[in-house]
């Protein structure tokens, strides 16, 4: 679990609207992934559509406020990864009014998988809602997605909160 190939080579920076076609790729690369573990729910989307979303920043819709980030994993001028963050507040009066990092997608190519970039991805995002004052980070993942929860729980320190659970109507 190392950055034996990457060494020093990977930079990890905000996403500039010409990164939206490497993140589609990254991003389609996830999705097809999540289809096959929950192929009711997930879907795959065109790569126009997803690429027009993070050119135009339509990831963070405009009602969500100012305080959103995207950032890209770059090595060798391709984008490999990127996750989107946002600074949200729980409206529910029971808890407590803590400033949480939403993380709302994280992705890896698959063939960088295993070489540290998420990390270095979900450290950046957390680091980010630190600085502007959260205090807790958020994200969640598909309970199918056995890969992400050894990697949140065992090497990022996430535990479980809430859970969520659905039904079909």
């Known amino acids: ?3 034996a190939r ?5 930079e990890i920076r905000p996403a500039t609207p010409e990164d939206a076609d490497g993140i589609a790729r ?7 992934y999540h289809a096959e573990l929950d192929p009711e729910r997930y879907a795959i989307p065109e790569i126009q559509t997803i690429a ?4 135009e920043g339509g990831q963070h819709p405009p009602d969500v406020g100012r ?8 090595w060798r001028g391709e984008i490999v990864g990127f996750v989107d963050a946002r600074l949200e507040q729980s409206p529910d009066p029971m808890h407590r009014e803590l400033t949480y990092c939403h993380v709302i997608e994280i992705a890896v190519r698959s063939g960088h998988w295993n070489q540290g970039i998420g990390r270095r991805l979900l450290q950046a995002a957390e680091d980010w809602g630190h600085r502007l004052g959260a ?4 994200l969640e993942y598909l309970a199918a997605n ?3 929860g050894v990697f949140y729980h065992e090497r990022m ?9 659905i039904k079909w109507l």
Request: hydrophobic share 45%.
């Open 1 to 3: 679990m190392g950055e």
């Open 6 to 10: 990457y060494p020093g080579a990977i």
């Open 26 to 32: 990254t991003f389609l690369e996830s999705a097809e």
């Open 52 to 55: 027009a979303r993070y050119r």
């Open 67 to 74: 305080e959103v980030v995207t950032f890209v994993a770059e």
């Open 135 to 138: 205090q807790l980070a958020l």
């Open 146 to 148: 056995k890969r992400a």
């Open 157 to 165: 320190g996430y535990r479980t909160a809430p859970l969520t659970a």
